[in-house]
Structures are given as structure tokens and as C-alpha cells.
């Protein structure tokens, strides 16, 4: 059995970035920008105002002077002469300010008459004006990788940028195994359950920005798993559910050899997921889970997302565990690395009593797993721990 961070350096060279695609902006946003933008417009690209008021050549003006109007500047029509000595512009918001002009008086800051404008008392003493290229100039980049946020978008838009280049969703086909499974909603025989994982997987796939494809579920014998294997061609990862163990009916991986499986590893030192499989099939990743319920949702979250992530583009990372304080007593842990399905409060975290890796309500419940390392000594109250968010 190898450790957790030995698998994690498997999985992440067993990854490849999955190439890239050019979206419209409108579809980036949760996508990776693969290639940095570089803004074709600067912003503002022309000096603007940022009130309402009146343009002016004189960055100081004093109370009882006065201007007379000579035209009007709005947001997309400028004012087209030139301003000069005692003249000003009436102005709007986000319009050009006039070649000569220096600053805004606020409309507050004056009375109008006609064409005449008087500076009342005490006029405020900011310019008002947004220069050139204040927010971003012509050539500006956003730089690659990253997840693209609504603000991104927003930024690479006024760039005048209309379309981007993302990487590639990858493409996860999920196939749950086992002649016990029906799928909710469906009438189970007497001797079957309800799957739940591939439900589950799928959900966190598309949270982790891939494609996933749940395949029809296979049955325990060969000719049904090799059936299902032959739905999953063109993903860039396969994962199988269940039959990853040591039982005669654990066929996962005896059918993956049958179809050329290059095994990375088998069997690893943690709890839940102790019979994880790993390797290249073809042009595909296999990832092979415990079909416990918990232990293939854990699994999802310390390996399925991190290998998503290498997949589109970004740095391998482990999963990030942080320190925090326990509020009730735990056991000395035995040989293999625990993920304990815990709940955190405000930095206190309450562990699970029971941890057993069928039980789905206790794992609805947790919002943290707390990491311990092999034969991690008993734990009080008070002690800390590290947790994972979950
Ligand atoms: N003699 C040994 N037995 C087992 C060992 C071992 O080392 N020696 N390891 C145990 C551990 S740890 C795990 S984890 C399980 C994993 O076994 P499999 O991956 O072969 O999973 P199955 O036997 O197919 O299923 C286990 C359990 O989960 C249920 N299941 C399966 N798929 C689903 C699904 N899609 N949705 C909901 N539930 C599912 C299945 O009915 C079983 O109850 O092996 C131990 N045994
Ligand atoms: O490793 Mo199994 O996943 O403990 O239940």
C-alpha cells in the first residue's frame, strides 16, 4: 500500500491538460482562461467625467466666479470645439471632457442663469475628472491560468475582447458496478440497493468544471463491465464505482487488464478508500473507487478534483488542510491516513462518532474532514487537528 501523497504524485502525472477551446465571453466566466488577454481598447479611453456639472479651464475657482455656457459633452457625444479661459461646458457623467478642459464644478457648486454659471460658496475641490487609461491602457493583460470570475468577464469585455480561449472541459465517464444497484426511483429487486455514488460524482464533476457522463450501471460479470467500458470511449477519465476489491465479483480490474490498463498503483494507506486503482487505459485516465458510498465521495474530493484541476490547465496542488480545535475526544487512529467526517463551528470541530463508510447521513452532515496521519495518537477536547473543507 503506498501513502495518500504517493498516489496524489501518480494521479497528478497520470493527468494531462486537456487542450483548449475559444468561447464566447458570455460563456467564460467559470471557465480557465488558458492563453492571457490582452485589451484592445484602453479604459476610459478618453479622459471622462466622472459628475455631473460643467467643464472649466481652471483647476481653481473660487466663489463669484463666473462662466459662460458654450455647449454640451454627454456620455457618447462630445462636446466638439475647444474650451477656453471663462468659458465652460455643461457635462455629464462619463462624457469626454473637452479639449481644454481641466476640471468639473459640480452642479451642486453653482447656480445657473441662461447662459451664465456663478461659483456658489465653498465649491469642492476635486477635479473630477477620470484620466485616460486610469483603469486599464491598449495592451494591459489578464494573465493565464485562472478561473475566470463574473468580474473577469466584466474586465476582459471593456478590454473589447468578445471571445477567449478556455481550456477544454474533460470529459468524465462514471460507470457504477454491481448487480445489487438499481437507480433511484426504480423498484428495487429484494437483495438490492439504490445507487448513490455516480449521482454524487457526477455532481462534483460539474462543480470541479467537467463533463460528466453517468453510464448505464454494470452488472458483475465481464461481458457487461467490458459493455459499459465501450460507452465510456472519447472521456479523458473513466471512473469505475465499486468492484474494486478483493472479491470474486471484484472485476474492475481484471477487465480494465483486458483492455490494456497500465496500473500506476493499487491499494493505498487511507480510510475510507483503501482499494483506490489508478492508470492509463488507452487515451483515458481509470480511476477506480471503493464503491462504499463514503469512501468513493472522499475519494472524489482528495483525488477526482485535484486531477480535474491538472486537467484544465492548473498547477497540480494537494488538497489544502488548515489547523483547527477539537471538540470532542477521538481514538488513536490505526495504519492508514483517516478522512473523519466531522463538523466545524465557528473553528470547532465535532467528529463524527460513527465513521463507518456506508453511512451517507453522517457524510450529508459533515462540512469537514478531519486529516490524521497514520497511528496519529488519541485526541482530546481542545487539541488540534487538521480539516479539509468537504
Ligand atoms: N476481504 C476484504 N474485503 C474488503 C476489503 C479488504 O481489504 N479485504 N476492503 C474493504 C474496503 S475498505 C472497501 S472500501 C470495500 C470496497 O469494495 P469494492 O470497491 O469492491 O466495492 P463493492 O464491494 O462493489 O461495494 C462496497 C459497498 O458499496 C455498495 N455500493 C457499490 N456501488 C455503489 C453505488 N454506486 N451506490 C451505492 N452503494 C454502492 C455496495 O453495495 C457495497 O455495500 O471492500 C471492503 N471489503
Ligand atoms: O477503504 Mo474502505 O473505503 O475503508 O471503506
Known amino acids: 500500500m ?40 484602453g479604459q476610459p479611453p478618453f479622459a471622462t ?19 459662460t455656457v458654450v455647449g454640451e459633452a454627454a456620455a457618447g457625444h462630445r462636446f466638439k470645439g475647444s474650451l477656453k479661459a471663462g468659458q465652460a461646458v455643461r457635462i455629464f457623467t462619463g462624457a469626454p471632457i473637452p479639449d481644454g478642459g481641466k476640471r468639473v464644478l459640480i452642479q451642486e457648486d453653482v447656480e445657473r442663469n441662461g447662459a451664465s454659471v456663478l461659483v456658489l460658496s465653498n465649491p469642492d475641490s476635486s477635479l473630477y475628472i477620470r484620466p485616460e487609461g486610469t483603469d486599464f491602457k491598449v495592451g494591459d ?22 471571445e477567449v480561449v478556455v481550456s477544454r472541459k474533460p470529459v468524465v465517464a462514471l460507470i457504477a458496478t454491481g448487480d445489487e444497484l438499481v437507480l433511484p426511483g426504480e423498484a428495487p429487486g429484494p437483495d438490492q440497493i439504490i445507487a448513490s455514488n455516480a449521482i454524487a460524482l457526477a455532481a462534483m464533476v460539474e462543480a470541479s468544471g467537467g463533463i460528466a457522463r453517468i453510464l448505464p450501471i454494470a452488472r458483475d460479470r465481464v461481458e457487461s463491465l467490458q459493455g459499459v467500458f465501450d460507452l465510456a470511449a472519447g472521456a479523458d477519465l473513466v471512473m ?10 471484484d472485476l474492475v480490474g481484471q477487465v480494465a487488464e483486458m483492455r490494456g490498463f497500465e496500473r500506476s498503483f493499487y491499494k493505498i494507506a487511507m480510510r475510507p478508500g483503501k482499494p483506490l486503482m489508478a492508470g ?5 485516465v481509470l480511476l477506480s473507487l471503493p464503491g462504499n458510498p463514503v469512501s468513493s465521495i472522499v475519494c472524489g474530493r482528495i483525488f477526482m478534483q485535484p ?6 490547465g492548473l498547477p497540480a ?58 497511528h496519529d495518537p488519541a485526541k482530546c477536547i481542545g487539541d488540534t487537528v487538521q480539516i479539509l473543507d468537504f
Open 2 to 41: 503506498i501513502s495518500v501523497r504517493e498516489a496524489l504524485d501518480h494521479v497528478f502525472a497520470l493527468a494531462r491538460p486537456v487542450g483548449t477551446q475559444t468561447v464566447a465571453l458570455r460563456h467564460a466566466a467559470g471557465r480557465i482562461l488558458a492563453q492571457p488577454v490582452a485589451a484592445t481598447r
Open 141 to 162: 493583460t489578464l494573465d493565464a491560468p485562472r478561473i475566470l470570475t463574473p468580474s473577469d468577464v466584466a474586465l476582459i469585455a471593456a478590454m473589447n475582447v468578445p
Open 317 to 374: 496542488h494537494t488538497p489544502a488542510t488548515r489547523a483547527a480545535t477539537l471538540a470532542n475526544d477521538i481514538p488513536a487512529n490505526g495504519p492508514r491516513e483517516h478522512y473523519m467526517r466531522a463538523h466545524d463551528i465557528a473553528g470547532q470541530i465535532t467528529v463524527a462518532e460513527r465513521q463507518d463508510s456506508g453511512l451517507l447521513s453522517v457524510l450529508a452532515k459533515a462540512n469537514v474532514l478531519v486529516v490524521r496521519p497514520p
Open 307 to 312: 486531477m480535474l484541476d491538472v486537467m484544465r
Open 240 to 249: 469505475t464505482i465499486g468492484g474494486a476489491s478483493v472479491g470474486d465479483h
Open 49 to 67: 467625467s466622472t459628475m455631473d456639472g460643467y467643464a472649466v479651464t481652471t483647476e481653481t475657482v473660487g466663489p463669484g466666479d463666473t462662466f
Open 280 to 284: 492509463r487505459m488507452g487515451d483515458s
